[in-house]
């Protein structure tokens, strides 16, 4: 899965794992799994654009917004890749900054993309037949292809991203609904 952003802000990914029938426990994995404070699972600054600065937590990511990097897209991809089930992660914008764009719609700056990818492919979500993704805009994306779904998202919003391998389906919330 993969975290795309253009502009500023801060964006922190929590995960949760899917149980036998389908359901989310809601609970974060280490916590799951009686893990100690070491996260397993983590967003990985290898697998990331440069100007992805990914912190100590592994979860959190700050964006360079200045001098240019306002208007590229950031992606990075989780460290942990999934082959059936059902499993679902969501990302808080903890915060979106004001970038100068004089030449870009103030709905069009600062937007955070989310959604799924598979390893060693483009980090811009829903660019290629083999990524979708749905961002702040209010569209989801697949294959360069972008359509109305499930309306805008911004600071405060927590979105889910849920994956059906078995099922071949990808759908996503915003604030549990």
């Not at 253009?6 to 990914?13: H, L, M, P, W, Y």
């Not at 404070?37 to 100007?51: A, C, K, N, Q, V």
């Not at 808080?92 to 993309?113: H, S």
């Amino acid at each position: 899965q993969a975290l795309g952003r253009r502009g500023n802000g801060r964006s922190t990914a929590r995960r949760r794992v899917a149980m036998a029938e389908g359901e989310t426990t809601g609970m974060e994995v280490a916590a799951e799994e009686g893990a100690d404070d070491e996260t397993w699972m983590f967003l990985d600054p290898y697998d990331s654009h440069l100007d992805a600065r990914v912190e100590k937590d592994a979860l959190t990511v700050e964006t360079l917004h200045e001098d240019g990097f306002q208007y590229l897209w950031k992606g990075i991809r989780a460290n942990y890749g999934i082959k059936k089930g059902i499993y679902m992660y969501e990302v808080k914008i903890e915060e979106n900054l004001k970038v100068r764009m004089p030449e870009t719609r103030p709905e069009n700056q600062c937007i955070l993309r989310c959604g799924f990818s598979p390893p060693l492919t483009s980090l811009f979500l829903g660019d290629t037949a083999d990524s979708w993704g749905w961002g702040g805009t209010g569209k989801k994306s697949h294959n360069n292809n972008f359509a109305d779904y499930g309306g805008p998202f911004t600071q405060g919003d927590v979105i889910g991203c849920v994956i059906d391998i078995d099922q071949g389906s990808i759908s996503f919330t915003k604030n549990g609904q």
